[in-house]
């Protein structure tokens, strides 16, 4: 982008800017930005196929509006940001397969307290679509169209690469407070002109396995990001306007792809739900 082409949006977004504030997440959330999971959710409602689509489209602002839910709930209980990240790193080397992928199975392995610690994210995302099935095989709308925005909450937060590394801000390679400025920082400034290109959604065989799958992928995107951080700041002695322009220059292509990835499987993720409550009729 050409430097007056960004000072023009700057100015554009201001009013917008300031709204995003007052939905900001808690602080010191490590997670996508309250931004971040509207575009998510926005994104992910137009990969449904039609006869599906409807329900969810009806739902939008309900899902716009609860899809940060779990932030609340980590704000009144702090054991619950457990279920918002999985350090991967700590159970070896890429790709990680010292872990076992089923929760009893890592359990036995490592003990409770051990897999707590480390997170427990991609289980989360299995527990979430256990529960979307049930609440639509039984008819239970109000409750489902909640399930749906956690679901979506927790599918979007296996897409943050910082959400899936013991680095999950920085502090390793001494760029702290980087998760914040790829995934809340970023978004917050230049979100308007993503192009966002999702795929149709698609039938998941294992929820949780499929959860593994987005936090590995997540995961292998993290040195490209930390480079693209450092080169940002070699002209810059501050995170400033400067600072964030060649940021999301070096970065936007991998942050765009897994905003796009990420609204993906939330469309599959409810796909799937519903396909296995054996694709009950819909409410008007």
């Not at 409602?45 to 009806?58: K, S």
């Not at 990680?96 to 409770?112: D, Q, V």
């Not at 920085?170 to 760029?175: A, F, I, P, S, Y």
Request: charged share 20%.
């Amino acid at each position: 982008m050409g430097r007056m082409f960004l000072n023009s949006f700057r100015k554009c977004l201001n009013a917008s800017l300031a709204i995003s504030m007052s939905l900001a997440l808690p602080t010191g959330a490590c997670a996508w930005g309250g931004n971040g999971q509207r575009v998510v959710v926005n994104q992910a409602i137009d990969t449904l196929p039609a006869d599906l689509r409807a329900y969810f489209e009806n739902n939008r602002s309900f899902l716009v509006q609860h899809v940060t839910d779990p932030l609340d709930a980590e704000a009144k209980n702090p054991t619950e940001r457990h279920n918002h990240f999985i350090r991967l790193d700590k159970y070896g080397r890429f790709p990680f397969e010292a872990l076992p992928r089923s929760y009893k199975a890592a359990i036995n392995k490592y003990g409770k307290s051990r897999i707590q610690s480390t997170g427990l994210l991609p289980w989360e995302i299995g527990v979430y679509s256990q529960k979307l099935t049930e609440a639509m095989k039984v008819g239970h709308w109000e409750e489902a169209r909640l399930d749906a925005a956690m679901l979506a909450f927790y599918v979007a937060e296996a897409h943050d690469p910082f959400n899936c590394t013991d680095n999950f801000d920085g502090h390793l390679t001494n760029q702290t407070g980087i998760n914040d400025r790829f995934g809340t920082n970023l978004i917050d400034r230049f979100s308007s002109f993503f192009p966002m290109r999702p795929n149709d959604a698609a039938f998941i065989s294992d929820p949780t396995e499929h959860g593994f799958d987005a936090c590995l992928h997540a995961h292998s995107w993290l040195e490209v990001i930390q480079l693209a951080d450092r080169n940002a700041r070699l002209e810059s002695k501050s995170y400033n306007d400067e600072y964030f322009d060649r940021f999301y220059n070096l970065s936007a292509g991998t942050l765009i792809r897994q905003l796009s990835d990420a609204a993906t499987d939330v469309g599959s993720y409810w796909l799937t739900a519903w396909t296995n409550a054996g694709k009950p009729a819909l409410p008007h």
